[in-house]
């Protein structure tokens, strides 16, 4: 079974968020990274760059296909994880942890109430 | 790889693969385990120990009788008349305009017997061509649903193989094909494959597929042997630079300009496409499919990417991927034949952004 932490939000395309006061950060879930297995490129977005809830934001790359990410909430791109640009396989092996990918400084905190709580995501992937 | 969305077709080891915890996906018209651990670990199996792949999709098909050989002389590129009994050959099928409807391995099963080894996708179409131009005296069969198969390769099979058929056992030559024993069932095992390892394809009835595929499982868990999906399979003929039917091989290329003349005999006076080829082999192609590497870390080339040379959009990537073997993004494309040197440098155009690749001799990647 996949790794869903209680305290983090979640997304129905498989991004997770933590909250970190006005900025959240962003990954993809362990279910994601199960489902794409070997990350071998991470394209990072870049900083200052601005976004709308589900806008696509980067991409994550596996041996076999290439598959967007989007923006969980609406925000601004504040910090990229460089260490994915050396070492993409983070994404497997810590997908809550070193595998982050980026950090939004939020539009509004509020937004973060339309994700998905770790039971309803819980749910959503059975 | 081409997907269909029309798949409705499952093999014999279906659930078996299932079981494994394979993922799977549409391939051709058949339901087929992509991976069933990681495509990485599964390629590196193979390129270290073992690994297992189910072919049972792959077309089978029998042609016999007096005068056969004259035919498919005339139906296929290279020279039948050059195989014994046991004896296979890579070879092409073509039409009237040397465009490529199937590659495939023939192999002389008796004087006046052969068997076809056809692409999943083009089976039906590959009967139908040879059915069509089918002379009197020559009987064609479509044994792929009675029959299934297994692609085992990699350095340690002729271990494997000792195991399950007794140490004594040698398998044959590179490109033959024999029959062997196991537990009551025939297997005709061929020295080939599609990874550049050593390795064989075993075929034998469909009914036995799901005890032949444990047994394999069960002899090989002390090899490191794995299980391997369409993933691998991709991933280890690309680093050989084996052309894949349907995006390196289609009815708009040829196999002068795929780089693949050695398997078309122009000393046989009469085949089909072969003016042709005659003339592609005189003059030089136009275009050529070539192997290229990227320069450096970067995206890994997807198939249809846009190919730039010198700021001009010239062709497209007709297979690519990331190579587990050498950690980098390698991909081939058919090139105007001017741009085609190797060492040349091309760029590949990805999500908008061009990345450098140079381009290199086949294989791309060799045993050290």
């Not at chain 1, 490129?41 to 601005?50: A, C, D, I, R, S």
């Not at chain 1, 050396?86 to 509020?110: C, H, Q, R, Y």
Request: proline letters at 6%; charged letters at 25%.
């Amino acid at each position: 079974m996949s790794n869903v932490p209680d305290d983090l939000f979640y997304t129905e395309s498989h991004e997770w968020v933590r909250v970190e006061g006005d900025k959240a950060r962003v990954g993809i879930t362990d279910h994601a990274q199960a489902e794409l297995t070997d990350v071998v490129y991470v394209e990072l977005p870049k900083v200052g760059t601005q976004v709308d809830a589900r806008g696509q934001i980067a991409v994550v790359e596996s041996v076999k296909a290439a598959s967007d990410i989007y923006a969980p909430i609406k925000g601004e791109v504040v910090e990229a994880n460089e260490a994915l640009s050396g070492n993409p396989a983070l994404v497997n092996t810590d997908p809550f942890g070193e595998g982050w990918i980026f950090i939004l400084k939020m539009a509004s905190p509020e937004d973060v109430k339309q994700l998905k709580d770790a039971a309803a995501y819980r749910q959503a992937i059975g | 790889m081409p997907v269909s969305d029309a798949a409705s077709k499952f093999t014999p080891l279906y659930e078996e693969h299932r079981r494994a915890g394979a993922k799977i996906i549409p391939f051709g018209g058949w339901l087929m385990p992509v991976q069933y651990t990681s495509i990485s670990d599964e390629h590196q199996a193979v390129r270290n120990a073992v690994g297992v792949f189910d072919i049972s999709h792959m077309g089978q098909l029998t042609a016999s009788g007096a005068g056969v050989a004259p035919w498919l002389n005339r139906m296929l590129t290279n020279n039948v008349g050059k195989l014994e009994v046991g004896g296979g050959q890579y070879t092409f099928l073509l039409n009237e305009h040397a465009g490529i409807i199937d590659d495939l391995i023939i192999y002389r099963t008796a004087n006046e017997e052969f068997l076809l080894v056809v692409n999943a996708s083009r089976t039906e179409e590959d009967f139908a061509w040879l059915q069509k131009h089918l002379p009197d005296g020559v009987t064609l069969d479509n044994r792929s649903a009675e029959r299934a198969g297994l692609a085992i390769q990699g350095p340690k099979v002729v271990e494997l193989f000792q195991k399950m058929l007794g140490t004594e056992t040698t398998l044959p030559a590179r490109n033959q094909l024999q029959d062997f024993a196991y537990d009551g069932v025939k297997l005709t095992i061929a020295r080939t494959g599609y990874t550049g390892e050593d390795g064989v394809e075993v075929f034998f009835p469909a009914n036995d597929a799901v005890k032949i595929w444990r047994a394999v499982l069960e002899e090989g868990k002390s090899l490191g042997l794995k299980p391997c999906g369409l993933g691998a399979r991709d991933t280890l003929r690309l680093e050989m630079c084996y052309p894949l039917n349907g995006s390196d091989l289609t009815p708009e290329t040829n196999p002068i300009e795929a780089g693949l003349g050695f398997f078309v005999d122009l000393s046989k006076k009469d085949f089909t496409g072969r003016d042709i080829l005659q003339q592609a082999k005189e003059n030089g192609p136009a275009r050529k499919l070539v192997a290229f590497k990227m320069a450096g870390k970067g995206p890994p080339p997807r198939p249809h990417y846009p190919v730039w040379v010198n700021n001009e959009r010239v062709s497209e990537v007709s297979s690519g991927t990331l190579s587990p073997s050498l950690n980098q993004g390698i991909g081939m494309a058919y090139l105007p034949t001017a741009n085609a040197r190797i060492g040349s440098e091309i760029q590949i155009e990805i999500r908008g952004q061009k990345f450098p690749a140079v381009i290199e001799k086949k294989p791309l990647y060799k045993k050290s």
